[in-house]
């Protein structure tokens, strides 16, 4: 009797889940889901429970789904066909890691003038710091590139200058960016929409600004690195790094791990979806999920489940925050072909109250991914 063969899958956000699902949803593999605590954080509520509007609790959950062995443990090493957790080693025929990208520290974290954080738990413990602020000048400093959900920190800016204007606050919020100009990889369209909404919103935006991230690990914000060494509150989007788990397998010039077709790296049966992976895509929930997919079948395809589909190529698809309840949709296509030889197509809807509860829909549907039975 054939053996079943088990694959491992690192990580809970939206590849490692469309990739366990896709392994679960195939009779005859044993399929295990490794992540701290067994839980998963909804990255896009990070804005909200940034200001106060939300607790981070809203955006977590355990994750609980039929036939995947969960273990709820932090993984501490990666090696052909085997993880570590808590100094044990799993055997497994495939791994598909997907753990994301590591937040550098940023100075004293959630005390004083300097504040660090892009997700849902950072982010409410940075806001009481935020909300205190009720006159001067706030900067939001991207401190590098690559960085996860890239409208988010224009959203971030406009949500605080909308906040201040409605309260009677003399606030000033200025997004400061190393960019020329926002998303350029995705061309001019989307980068001036942006630059319109913070504009509409009262937001400056400084680009092309020399970030420099040895300061910012120390606290420090200089008038070399953003231009705004006097600001009552600077908010930083930390430098995000490889994972640990793949150190092994990237170089000094990019954070990204670099992945064949379908996602399989230089080290046998272990493949690296979502933000880790180096993709044409953008650094969004729908080609994590993509690429999460697309590795499982390629895993299936190795154990001899020839009837495994790769899935279409995504289609983007984000909100962007523009404050007082009020969101955009940007949707991104490639008529011409997948990237790079396609260039996208972007068709943003402009910013109103009435798509608030399409984004609160995308939440409930990432739960229902999550969470079977409720």
Same mark, same amino acid.
């Given at each position: 009797?054939? =053996?079943?063969?088990?694959?491992?899958?690192?990580?809970?956000?939206?590849?490692?889940?469309?990739?366990?699902?896709?392994?679960?949803?195939?009779?005859?593999?044993?399929?295990?889901?490794?992540?701290?605590?067994?839980?998963?954080?909804?990255?896009?509520?990070?804005?909200?429970?940034?200001?106060?509007?939300?607790?981070?609790?809203?955006?977590?959950?355990?994750?609980?789904?039929?036939?995947?062995?969960?273990?709820?443990?932090?993984?501490?090493?990666?090696?052909? *066909?085997?993880?570590?957790?808590?100094?044990? +080693?799993?055997?497994?025929?495939?791994?598909?890691?997907?753990?994301?990208?590591?937040?550098?520290?940023?100075?004293? =974290?959630?005390?004083?003038?300097?504040?660090?954080? +892009?997700?849902?738990?950072?982010?409410?413990?940075?806001?009481?710091?935020?909300?205190?602020?009720?006159? *001067?000048?706030?900067?939001?400093?991207?401190?590098?590139?690559?960085?996860?959900?890239?409208?988010?920190?224009?959203?971030?800016?406009?949500?605080?200058?909308?906040?201040?204007?409605?309260?009677?606050?003399?606030?000033?919020?200025?997004?400061?960016?190393?960019?020329?100009?926002?998303?350029?990889?995705?061309?001019?369209?989307?980068?001036?929409?942006?630059?319109?909404?913070?504009?509409?919103?009262?937001?400056?935006?400084?680009?092309?600004?020399?970030?420099?991230?040895?300061?910012?690990?120390?606290?420090?914000?200089?008038?070399?690195?953003?231009?705004?060494?006097?600001?009552?509150?600077?908010?930083?989007?930390?430098? %995000?790094?490889?994972? /640990?788990?793949?150190?092994?397998?990237?170089?000094?010039?990019? /954070?990204?791990?670099?992945?064949?077709?379908?996602?399989?790296?230089?080290?046998?049966?272990?493949?690296?979806?979502?933000?880790?992976?180096?993709?044409?895509?953008?650094? $969004?929930?729908?080609?994590? $999920?993509?690429?999460?997919?697309?590795?499982?079948?390629?895993?299936?395809?190795?154990?001899?489940?020839?009837?495994?589909?790769?899935?279409?190529?995504?289609?983007?698809?984000?909100?962007?925050?523009?404050?007082?309840?009020?969101?955009?949709?940007?949707?991104?296509?490639?008529?011409?072909?997948?990237? /790079?030889?396609?260039?996208?197509?972007?068709?943003?809807?402009?910013?109103?109250?009435?798509?608030?509860?399409?984004?609160?829909?995308? %939440?409930?549907?990432? %739960?229902?991914?999550?969470?079977?039975?409720?």
């Amino acid at each position: 009797m054939r =053996a079943v063969p088990t694959v491992a899958v690192v990580g809970t956000g939206p590849a490692g889940i469309a990739a366990t699902r896709q392994l679960r949803d195939q009779a005859g593999v044993r399929v295990v889901l490794v992540a701290p605590e067994g839980r998963s954080e909804y990255l896009p509520g990070t804005l909200a429970v940034a200001a106060g509007d939300a607790r981070a609790a809203q955006y977590r959950t355990r994750v609980e789904l039929a036939g995947v062995e969960i273990i709820p443990a932090r993984v501490e090493a990666i090696e052909p *066909g085997a993880l570590r957790i808590g100094g044990s +080693w799993i055997r497994a025929h495939a791994v598909i890691a997907a753990p994301g990208l590591a937040l550098d520290p940023v100075g004293g =974290a959630t005390s004083g003038e300097i504040v660090g954080f +892009w997700d849902p738990t950072g982010a409410e413990a940075a806001a009481p710091r935020m909300r205190a602020v009720e006159r *001067g000048l706030v900067d939001v400093v991207i401190s590098s590139l690559p960085y996860r959900c890239p409208p988010a920190p224009y959203g971030l800016a406009m949500r605080l200058a909308r906040r201040a204007r409605r309260l009677g606050q003399q606030l000033q919020v200025r997004l400061v960016t190393p960019e020329e100009h926002p998303l350029a990889a995705l061309g001019r369209v989307l980068g001036d929409a942006l630059l319109a909404g913070c504009q509409d919103a009262g937001v400056e935006v400084s680009l092309g600004a020399k970030i420099d991230p040895e300061a910012l690990a120390r606290g420090a914000i200089t008038a070399r690195a953003s231009d705004g060494d006097g600001a009552d509150l600077t908010i930083v989007i930390p430098r %995000h790094r490889t994972s /640990p788990l793949l150190a092994d397998l990237v170089d000094a010039t990019s /954070p990204l791990v670099t992945v064949d077709a379908r996602f399989g790296t230089e080290m046998t049966g272990v493949f690296v979806v979502g933000d880790a992976a180096a993709s044409p895509y953008p650094r $969004a929930a729908d080609p994590a $999920a993509w690429s999460g997919t697309l590795a499982a079948t390629a895993v299936l395809s190795e154990l001899g489940f020839e009837h495994a589909r790769d899935p279409e190529a995504p289609a983007p698809d984000c909100f962007v925050d523009h404050g007082d309840g009020a969101y955009g949709r940007i949707r991104i296509t490639y008529p011409d072909g997948p990237p /790079p030889g396609g260039q996208p197509a972007v068709a943003i809807a402009p910013a109103t109250p009435a798509l608030a509860k399409d984004f609160e829909d995308a %939440h409930r549907r990432w %739960h229902a991914l999550r969470v079977e039975g409720q």
